[in-house]
């Protein structure tokens, strides 16, 4: 029997910080290759010892769609995860919470009356489950952020953003084309799928494209905001101070678990 080689992860970010974060760790990780294609740099290289090709998808959900597709296709890769920060949707989440996607759901895809709202017109589905293995790695990683990592965040940057006691959250993630920042609208959005627990703009489209090419995904979601009118004003701090202390320590601790990218063996 001789192993095949596992195929990469494909780590997909929708912003520069997070992209450049993350491309830094992989230097210090050794030799990277990048390509570009289609407008987009695609980094190959080790990240905390596990093959990867990382990339910046950018805003939305036809970035992230072209992106994941650039993954699959261009690079074999053998899953995708999704990382990033989201709105809070459910009162029970809050800014600092962390939110692994069990499921994926578009919010804004409305083919009423030929189709369902919400459903992927001619797949008869609305909802993209994640990867049970790879979403159960997720969320032992940032069980074990919450207990040993999150401790050494500096107690001023805890303050600054209420983080009390984060937690980790699992269960439906909505995305839409657009960035909710006011109460009526994740009121509504709130009414119209009640259990959604964040909202962000990207992994309803991951979740479509690595179904339809049969790739599992894991979705990673830093709380930001809680989508409402407050929403816009400390982004770009939260995103410097809090999600890249966050996102750095969990993906570690999810490359260093021992899931493993199965290719099947074959007998020589
Ligand atoms: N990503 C982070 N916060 C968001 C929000 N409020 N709406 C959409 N995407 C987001």
Same mark, same amino acid.
């Given at each position: ?21 993350? /491309? ?90 030929? /189709? ?30 919450? =207990? ?58 991951? =979740? ?8 599992? /995904? ?51």
């Amino acid at each position: 029997m001789t192993a095949l080689p596992s195929p990469p992860l494909g780590i997909l970010v929708p912003l520069a910080e997070e992209a450049e974060a993350l /491309f830094a760790l992989m230097r210090q990780d050794g030799a990277t290759q990048t390509r570009r294609l289609g407008g987009r740099d695609y980094h190959s290289g080790s990240l905390f010892g596990r093959d990867c090709v990382l990339t910046l998808s950018r805003v939305g959900k036809v970035a992230a769609a072209t992106a994941t597709a650039g993954l699959v296709h261009e690079f074999g890769v053998g899953a995708v995860l999704n990382a990033g920060v989201a709105g809070g949707a459910a009162a029970s989440v809050h800014v600092g919470d962390i939110v692994v996607g069990d499921a994926m759901l578009q919010h804004d895809l409305d083919a009423r009356p030929i /189709f369902p709202r919400f459903e992927v017109p001619l797949t008869g589905m609305s909802r993209f489950a994640a990867d049970a293995v790879l979403g159960a790695s997720l969320a032992r990683a940032t069980q074990a952020f919450l =207990a040993e990592d999150l401790p050494a965040l500096a107690p001023d940057i805890r303050a600054q953003f209420s983080l009390a006691s984060p937690a980790l959250h699992r269960g439906l993630v909505i995305s839409g084309d657009r960035f909710v920042n006011g109460h009526a609208d994740v009121a509504a959005l709130r009414a119209d799928v009640p259990d959604a627990l964040a909202i962000e703009m990207e992994s309803g489209a991951v =979740a479509q494209v690595c179904h339809d090419y049969g790739v599992p /995904f894991a979705v990673l979601r830093i709380i930001s905001d809680s989508a409402d009118d407050n929403a816009h004003v400390d982004f770009p701090r939260f995103l410097g101070l809090v999600a890249s202390f966050y996102s750095h320590h969990i993906i570690r601790r999810f490359l260093q678990d021992d899931w493993s990218l199965g290719r099947a063996t074959i007998s020589a």
